[in-house]
């Protein structure tokens, strides 16, 4: 309708009122009131945005990332990097970096009561840790996504494979994580059942710490390269689609394979360099693991048992076998204090070659004892370099170093499944074990439990590696972009987009407005600050943690002592 057309039918109206209006009976006063308030009541005025101070790394050092992050306005963070970073996107989505509410963080210090329920904004929170049995989650009401699918969610474990699989067949659980080679088959042929394939984005390897000896000797960790027969290994031992480690990093992620392959072996050549180095008749020495099953790792005392075989038939090399518990297993080898082998994998956090090679053999690293300048220095050249064509002859460089020099034996890339019931729809076997269960419904029961290989050590997952944590924190924590369901792509999620400059430094990303924390907080651009500062900041009070390491941040970020 046109205004003048308004303005036509308002004034019929106007006129059509006062007639009515003059021929109506005259009212009743109605009793004297207080005369109507002048002006209207009081209102607090809203609250004006008020930035906290922002993370500065003053001096760049040769392993910062970060440079600055800062609360642009409430809903506005700019992150600054000390040089470009093209897997920017990839780590931003892991749930590591998931963001707390800043008040939190400043009132429990990251630690005490943090440590079992930390506070997120993901689709479930924490209800009950119920310690060697199960934690319980609760659907969370105020989410600003999609409801979880099932009210409840709860995660049980056992380290055996055998009774993870009964349980699954008995319907007392929903899903079960890593089923055993041997029963492949058995779900497959099972209707009540269904197989989830996991793509082998890990390495198993065999640990070796050359500040201590004879491993300070890089002839001796040659030697062992050339003795284990990793082909039986894996022919023994591992599941269909699993393929012996030609790299360290699986070949699937862009130049995770360029340089020379591993050693082939030769045991006649490894016993000769072995004589050379001083050691004709072997030696003794310890061989660590921790009894968790992993995709990289199915069948854990057996190849423990293969490998100490091996190293004696082999090499003449006495390998004492000793089991860990597995939280402590994690925080010795995180600091390099177990001597002689031990075994250990890893599984993508995210899909970038970074993710493997910058954690495992970067300046800061202790597993293996010193680092390696020969190694690091060409993965800190090649990863701020974002052409993958360009990139190709450094990292063809750092795997060659890897090779020559031996920090680990990489044994195997290990195909995995998880298993559910048949009646779950959207089940998950994400090849970075990021499964996201508020998606998946577990046949319309109110409860969907899931049974994995341990028991997480903490809930904190900032200062976390452990894989049965990163899924259980994966549940209640968010990022500001995520992974796609079953996959490696990634998607905004806290924040609605992040946009880099042209030469990969800077990235302002604009954060999802109406999102509120599990205890009612609203979510905003100080809550990815004080985040950030926690991790990045050495020096800071909320720096605590679990083990105060916060191995992610400062392997993939950059920590310093800030003033």
């Known amino acids: 309708m046109k205004r003048l057309e308004r303005f036509h039918v308002l004034s019929l109206l106007v006129a059509a009122t006062m007639i009515l209006a003059a021929c109506a009976p005259a009212a ?4 004297a009131t207080e005369p109507p308030a002048t002006e209207p009541p009081a209102t607090e005025p809203p609250m004006a945005f008020e930035a906290v101070p922002p993370l500065v790394v003053p001096e760049c050092l040769p392993d910062s990332i970060i440079k600055e992050v800062v609360a642009v306005d409430q809903y506005t963070v700019r992150f600054t990097l000390c040089k470009p970073d093209p897997a920017f996107f990839s780590k931003i989505a892991f749930n590591v970096f998931g963001i707390y509410p800043s008040e939190w963080l400043t009132e429990t210090g990251a630690t005490g009561e943090a440590l079992e329920h930390p506070v997120g904004t993901g689709a479930y929170q924490v209800s009950e840790w ?3 049995e199960s934690v319980t989650f609760t659907r969370f009401e105020d989410y600003w996504g999609d409801a979880s699918e099932a009210e409840t969610l709860i995660f049980r474990w056992s380290t055996e494979s055998a009774a993870r699989l009964l349980e699954l067949q008995a319907g007392t659980v929903d899903g079960i994580d890593n089923v055993a080679p041997s029963d492949f088959e058995t779900v497959e042929n099972d209707p009540s059942l269904q197989l989830m394939i996991r793509e082998a984005l890990n390495v198993f390897y065999i640990g070796v710490n050359r500040n201590f000896e004879p491993f300070n000797d890089v ?3 040659q030697a062992v390269a050339m003795g284990i027969d990793r082909q039986r290994i894996v022919d023994t031992f591992y599941p269909p ?3 012996v480690a030609s790299h360290f990093t699986p070949c699937s992620i862009p130049n ?3 340089g020379d392959a591993w050693y082939e072996f030769d045991p006649e050549a490894a016993r000769a360099l072995l004589a050379d180095a001083g050691f004709p008749d072997g030696f003794e020495t310890q061989l660590t693991y921790r009894n968790v099953v992993r995709g990289y790792l199915p069948e854990v005392v057996q190849v423990a ?4 075989s091996q190293l004696k038939q082999n090499l ?5 076998v000793v089991e860990m518990e597995s939280g402590a297993f994690i925080d010795a080898t995180a600091v390099g204090t177990v001597e002689g082998f031990h075994l250990l994998g890893w599984g993508a956090d995210y899909p970038h070659v970074t993710n493997f090679t910058d954690y495992h053999f970067g300046r800061q690293q202790l597993q293996f004892g010193d680092s390696y300048p020969e190694i690091y220095e060409l993965l800190e050249q090649g990863a701020g370099i974002a052409d993958v064509a360009e990139a190709a002859p450094i990292y063809a460089q750092a795997n060659n170093a890897i090779r020559e020099l031996v920090p680990m034996i990489p044994v195997a890339h290990g195909a995995s499944a998880a298993a559910y019931r048949a009646d779950v729809s959207n089940a998950q076997a994400s090849p970075l074990t990021s499964e996201v269960f508020a998606v998946s419904d577990p046949g319309g029961r109110d409860a969907f439990v899931w049974m994995q290989s341990g028991e997480p050590p903490n809930l904190f997952c900032a200062d976390e590696t452990d894989g049965e944590a990163l899924r259980a924190c994966e549940q209640v924590m968010e990022a500001l972009y995520t992974y796609e369901i079953n996959g490696t792509d990634v998607h905004p999620a806290l924040a609605e987009s992040c946009e880099p400059n042209a030469d990969l430094t800077e990235y302002v990303c604009t954060l999802r407005q109406g999102v509120k924390y599990h205890d009612g907080t609203d979510f905003d651009a100080n809550d990815v600050v ?10 800071s009070p909320m720096h605590v943690g679990n083990t105060g390491d916060f191995e992610y941040y400062c392997l993939l970020w950059g920590c310093a002592n800030l003033p």
């Open 28 to 31: 009743t006063a109605p009793p």
């Open 130 to 132: 119920a310690r060697g």
């Open 219 to 221: 002839r001796v960790r």
């Open 241 to 243: 689609g699993s393929e």
């Open 256 to 258: 995770a394979c360029e």
């Open 305 to 308: 048992a293969e490998i100490q």
């Open 316 to 320: 003449n090399i006495d390998a004492q």
């Open 530 to 539: 004080i985040t950030f500062t926690m991790g990045v900041d050495a020096a």
